[in-house]
């Protein structure tokens, strides 16, 4: 898209004696006229940031990002667009809003959705080759956002790796109010700091900012975390990801997931009715340790938060579980192996099918404050944890103990 400055011709002559602008001296005036002189004649390039509509200006989203310039944001009128969107650096992807966009209404789960992110969508099934319905550009630093669209339907691809939704590879953009669902190969997105198929770490890590989005019914995770991902996972709602034919091979997929050395946070989310509602697989070392808080984690089919680390001499994978509620799931409330240390505060863990918490081969356990009730065997249960500082836990109304020790000895 061409960008333009109207340019008034001035004509040659003496100007008369009243040329200045009323307000200015001639003085004033003659340094602006040096300033722009500069400004016109300097070898730096300027960029104007640009609004482009589509289907106004271009009739396609792929179109409008191959015109679009870093800083530009692409508009995208209410529609159904059948075509897979490859982002570029710095550029912004938005649904349009007019005059009533913006309202809260009824979406596909609990919590209200923006009207933009339902009347604007992005729709794979006519995309028969194999791959990302939304991928961005790798490694880059550069800003960008993708804000209120609905993306479905992405059809069962015959691939060597797991294609998701959104690919989002060490890169940071944000990703706001969106809807993601119907994807029948694997999950909604994929937050990673690795190569393509699991290879090695790339040198810029994931850091994107998921919050407010909708992600349901996809054949994989709702959201899934490679290695190096530190994203932010923000108040979305994740509800009926579960892996095809899971209930006959016992392979269950997570609400959120996250895999080795992943320390994402993930805070004020609500998970139900998927495989498990997080799931941390292979947990590996890190300084930092991964922060679950304040999320909401019911009816799901085996754990509401199961964590397996990796174990072993010189591990150290900490895990702080805080202000959750964690209820009526088909298993365990909160279930750990394998880890070095967890602390569990401030939670309500209550109605599950088997424990509330269950800790089993944990170094150390902190277990402080938490409600603890009505669960169908013990409240907490400890099985090879040596070290643990259990108190001020309120433990009511489940059915075989309130606080159950195996054993604290290592086979």
Known sequence: MMKSVKMHKIRPGNPPSNWCPKGFDTVQVSIFCLFLLIFILSPVSYSFCAEIFVP??????TDALEMAEAGDTIIVKPGIYRERIKMKAGVNLVSYAGTDGDELVEGPGKRKVLKRALRTIIDGSDLSEPGYLISF?????EPMMVDGFTFQNMPEYVSSINLFMMEIRACSPRVVNNIFKGNKTWGGILATGLGIGMGPPLETKAEPYIAHNVICYNNGPGIANGSNSAAKILDNEIFGNR?????????????IGLREKARPLIEGNLCYNNGVGIGILNLDSSPEALTIRNNEIHHNDIAGISIRGVGGPGIESSVLIEFNRIFNNLEVGVRSTKTTSVTL???????????????WDVN?????????YSNYTTGIRLLAVPMARVRRNHIYGNVTAGVDIVSWEKE
Not at 137 to 141: A, K, L
């Open 345 to 359: 505060r401030y939670n309500e863990i209550f109605g599950n099918k088997k424990s509330g918490i269950s800790l």
């Open 137 to 141: 550009p790798t490694e880059t630093t």
């Open 243 to 255: 892996f095809k034919d899971s209930a006959k091979r016992r392979h269950f997929a997570p609400g």
């Open 364 to 372: 150390r356990a902190i277990i402080e404050d938490n409600e603890i």
């Open 56 to 61: 106004d200006d271009y009739p396609t989203i």
